[in-house]
């Protein structure tokens, strides 16, 4: 059973540094992982998806990287802003019909001016 | 171009009563999915829909009946609800990859 993990639950970083965000999952057989961004009382917006054969995506300030062998992706925000203050998560895709997400818990990020 | 749209927005429950969340998408899209988000367990599935007249079981289906009766709605029943059903509900579609999320239903059941 496919299990997504996400450390740490929540983080605080001062304006204008850059972070790293982590998302293990237990089974590497994955179609694709995506990663979503929650502002309170939202709804989700996908950020980036990365196909299973794909290294890394990139939008903007955000780089997201997969390494299916270590069972790793890693959510890069360059100069962080106050408006990157959210709950990031990461979901797994399984290689099966449906198109189903395994979520991890997210990681609450505050960005302080 | 609405996208994912949600009703109602929030309600309050006895327990034992029953209630229909309705879900609605204008993107003509084939799969449709209910999810439920508590404190510290993230999202976990529901049910999930593949095309018009299709359902199938998730991760937490127990207590949940779902309708597709239409390809653009996707309907979630509660028949007798259980303080344990007390959550936030989001609905999401996708045509292949990308999901996109309603904005939510928060659920109160007392």
């Known amino acids: 059973k496919q299990e997504v993990t996400q450390i740490p639950a929540a983080l605080s970083v001062p304006e204008g540094e850059n972070l790293v965000l982590n998302c293990s999952f237990t089974?590497?057989?994955?179609?694709?992982l995506q990663w979503f961004r929650q502002d309170p009382g939202k709804g989700l917006t996908s950020l980036l998806l990365?196909?299973?054969?794909?290294r890394e995506q990139t939008s903007g300030r955000l780089n997201a990287s997969l390494d299916k062998s270590s069972g790793r992706s890693t959510l890069y925000i360059a100069a962080s802003q106050p408006g990157d203050s959210a709950t990031y998560l990461c979901?797994?895709?399984?290689?099966?019909?449906?198109?189903?997400?395994?979520f991890g818990q997210g990681t609450e990020l505050s960005v302080k001016p | 171009n609405a996208g994912v749209t949600q009703t109602p927005k929030f309600r309050v429950l006895k327990t034992g009563q029953s209630m229909t969340l309705l879900c609605a998408q204008d993107?003509?899209?084939?799969?449709m999915y209910w999810y439920r988000q508590d404190p510290g367990m993230g999202l976990r599935l529901i049910h999930y829909?593949?095309?018009?007249?299709?359902?199938a079981k998730g991760e937490v289906p127990d207590g949940y009946n779902v309708s597709r009766l239409k390809k653009q709605n996707f309907l979630l029943g509660l028949e007798s609800a259980a303080p344990s059903q007390t959550s936030v509900y989001f609905c999401?579609?996708?045509?292949?990859?990308?999901?996109?999320f309603g904005p939510g239903t928060r659920l109160l059941v007392l």
């Open positions: 999401a579609s996708t045509h292949g990859e990308t999901q996109y």
């Open positions: 089974d590497s057989a994955i179609y694709n």
């Open positions: 990365i196909q299973s054969s794909q």
């Open positions: 979901a797994a895709s399984p290689p099966t019909t449906g198109g189903k997400l395994i």
């Open positions: 993107m003509n899209h084939e799969y």
């Open positions: 829909s593949v095309g018009e007249g299709t359902t």
